[in-house]
Antibody, heavy 120, light 108 residues
Framework: EVQLLESGGRLVQPGRSLRLSCAAS????????MTWVRQAPEKGLEWVSA????????YYGDSVKGRFTISRDNSRSTLYLQMNSLRAEDTAVYYC?????????????WGQGALVTVSS | SYVLTQPLSESVAPGKTAKITCGGN??????VHWYQQKPGQAPVVVIY???GRPSGTPERFSGSNSGNTATLTISRVEAGDEADYYC???????????FGGGTKLTVL
């Protein structure tokens, strides 16, 4: 059974940093592209970032480029999102999600999400 | 950047057919994926690559994509289909995943 378990979400002050983790199990992590998608309260889905299966290529949404960094540790089957210079508008549930295979660009499984609240 | 446009809401009576559209410039040249999200839950893919159905998606769900519009069709709508639906594509010109704004489907 595929499982994606996000952790690290909490209340953080504007301008500070936070790192989210996503522990994956139930599939060959090193064969799947991974992505982060967020959802602000009462809003729609917003793509944040993606990373290829071997980690050599990363992609970022315009609203987070230069502030967020996606990475992965295939030996630990774990995905990360380092978030710097956080703003109030980054407040959202952050979903870790997997693509079916390395060259695919859609999600077949989602985690349950981690809530990040940016507020003073 | 590439934009996907969805109606904010659609309403349908039980047993009828719901059609949810997703508009984008030449979207017919891209692969469209659809997600269903119920309140308090993570999204679930219901259609991939325009019309493919994952194993857990009922046959009542179908998809099409042509020209500037992709469509998710739900036949014989049930109360349990009430949810938010999002379309998504990969925009190769910007290397961005793009989501539509979402459509809230209400079953009357």
């Amino acid at each position: 059974e595929v499982q994606l378990l996000e952790s690290g979400g909490r209340l953080v002050q504007p301008g500070r940093s936070l790192r989210l983790s996503c522990a994956a199990s139930g599939f060959t992590f090193s064969s799947s592209a991974m992505t982060w998608v967020r959802q602000a309260p009462e809003k729609g889905l917003e793509w944040v970032s993606a990373i290829t299966a071997n980690g050599d290529t990363t992609y970022y949404g315009d609203s987070v480029k230069g502030r967020f960094t996606i990475s992965r540790d295939n030996s630990r089957s774990t995905l990360y999102l380092q978030m710097n210079s956080l703003r109030a508008e980054d407040t959202a549930v952050y979903y870790c999600a997997k693509a079916p295979y390395g060259g695919s660009y859609h999600v077949d499984y989602w985690g349950q999400g981690a809530l990040v609240t940016v507020s003073s | 950047s590439y934009v996907l446009t969805q109606p904010l809401s659609e309403s349908v009576a039980p047993g009828k057919t719901a059609k949810i559209t997703c508009g984008g410039n030449n979207i017919g040249t891209k692969s469209v994926h659809w997600y269903q999200q119920k309140p308090g839950q993570a999204p679930v893919v219901v259609i991939y690559y325009d019309s493919g159905r994952p194993s857990g998606t009922p046959e009542r769900f179908s998809g099409s994509n042509s020209g500037n519009t992709a469509t998710l069709t739900i036949s014989r709508v049930e109360a349990g289909d009430e949810a938010d639906y999002y379309c998504q594509v990969w925009d190769s010109s910007s290397d961005h995943w793009v989501f539509g704004g979402g459509t809230k489907l209400t079953v009357l």
